[in-house]
DNA sequence: ATATATCGGTGTACGCCATAAACAAGAAGG
DNA sequence: CCTTCTTGTTTATGGCGTACACCGATATAT
């Protein structure tokens, strides 16, 4: 005996992977909702968003959307996966994993400025549907192939992702602050001069100020991938030498790993085949 | 005339930039009120926050708080510059700007261990109290000598500011879910086998799990901090290379040890200056 | 054919939330 | 004394998620 289909995460999983029927009924259909509830989200933000709008958008009352879903929080989930959609497919296997990743992340940005509300998702129990693992697991296929642990690939993934969403977030809540209040940010933030007033004893912020850092920031989303990316890529790097090292050098006896094109290699670094070159030379 | 003080952040910075009474009276203040808030959120969250709870709390009306606190955003930004406090001196101006940073960054971190809601405010015009301001000051102030241009400077400490609070949201989120439902974590997702039955397709998922890597995952802030502060040094790197020449690796960025004599090396290492010739070759 | 169960949808109700507006009592100042 | 300001209270508005009882129609079992 079950307590509650809302309590129920399996029925969630359940909805999320339903098969879709083709044919669209005259009636309330979950696929319906969920529709809908993306509209009124695009429209006026997660926080926005509510079940009586939702119902008062198809014409039932509120009540009757439970008869399809099991509350908000479950609904939440179905409208992310409707959102985010099948990714799209690649153009071809070409180019390094850095690139790949890059456009992979920059899909997820348009999607999120199509769906700002995706951004807003909170709470960490939230399940995926069967787009969301296609997306995740195009991107942890990309870093896969870098020879990085596992644990770290997928460390990298939920550390992009997490950057998309937050640079996201800010994005709609700037959206929002102006929508609700017709001022745009510059101009809020132009207009605090009982704040700046008092800033003026604080001498980097005066400095970075005068320097006109203020005027022409960089953009924070350009500025933020390419600081994870490189961070990213450092790593990949540094572990591709630690694994030249480590299948079986001639000198110091740790393995190295030989690739798959190439003289084979006979140790582990330059610094093991310098060593051993001046043990020949000196005899 | 104006509106309405809610409405009028230039309210909201005189409360925040107030000179302190020092003696507590015995009525309702704003100090009190203030305190008062950060005992409700960091019991029970951000969400938790509500103005009911804390005049209760105080043991007045909700609505005598509005007396001193023009809403309940004013008194979030309140609140944070509250539980931020001064922040602690500087053992002592030794180190680079990256374990300076660090430190910085780890201070934040443990703050927001002990007031995991700061991570959970939302909105992108929060006014900056004097303890917000100093923190800030200090972290521009160790960033701006690394010879970045000022618009990157800010843009660095503002990507790392996000992170930290992007994890920390994680983090609460996490704590939250595990009070409310009384299921830890892993139990929780380890108990969605009708999810995992699904991802049997998915070639890269079922890899990374049955190598482990979501068994003994990466510690999600050591290694996006890791990671991100390493973009961030590899772009200090960068500019200095522009600067004078052949300091760092063209490669990876690391420091590139030049002999006496002989031709100045461009490259950290075998290994990168191969890279970099595949890298030419391939185009 | 009749009884029973299930499904889709409705209406009401409860307990939360922020805060606007009017009001009351005391302190302060003329 | 009278006015005005400060501080706190009361009342009310409009929003939210969702539990629960109910109702007609349909499907199933007897």
Chains 1, 2 share one sequence.
Not at 23 to 48: M, Y
Not at 68 to 78: A, I, K, Q, S, T
Not at 95 to 113: D, I, M, S
Not at 195 to 202: F, I
Request: charged share 30%; hydrophobic share 35%; aromatic share 6%.
């Amino acid at each position: 005996m079950r307590r509650n289909r809302a309590d129920d995460p399996d029925h969630g999983v359940e909805l999320l992977w339903r098969e879709r029927d083709d044919g669209s009924r005259p009636a309330l259909t979950l696929d319906r909702i969920v529709r809908a509830a993306v509209e009124v989200a695009d429209a006026e933000g997660l926080a926005g968003l509510s079940m009586r709008k939702v119902a008062e958008r198809l014409g039932f009352t509120t009540m009757s959307l439970y008869r399809h879903v099991p509350g908000r929080e479950h609904l939440v989930d179905l409208m992310r996966d409707a959102a985010l959609g099948e990714p799209p497919p690649e153009p071809a296997a070409k180019g390094g994993w850095r690139p790949r990743l890059e456009t992979c992340v920059r899909q997820g940005w348009e999607v999120r400025r199509r769906h700002p509300w995706l951004g807003e998702i909170r709470g960490t129990r939230h399940l995926p549907g069967p787009n969301s693992v296609a997306h995740y697991e195009r991107m942890l296929s990309i870093v896969a192939g870098t020879g990085l642990a596992p644990a770290e690939v997928i460390a990298a993934i939920e550390l992009v992702g997490r950057f998309v969403d937050a640079e996201a977030q800010v994005l709609v809540e700037v959206a929002r602050a102006e929508r609700s209040s017709g001022v745009s940010e510059q101009e809020w933030w132009g207009a605090r001069d009982s704040l700046y007033a008092r800033l003026g004893s604080y001498p980097t912020i005066t400095y970075l100020w005068e320097a006109g850092g203020f005027d022409e920031p960089e953009d924070p989303f350009e500025f933020g991938l390419a600081r994870v990316l490189d961070g990213i890529e450092l790593l990949v790097r540094r572990r591709d030498e630690t694994r030249d090292e480590s299948l079986a050098c001639q000198l110091c006896g740790n393995p190295v790993e030989q690739s798959a094109s190439g003289r084979p290699r006979a140790y582990c670094s330059r610094a093991c085949q310098q060593r051993a070159y001046r043990k020949r030379r000196s005899g």
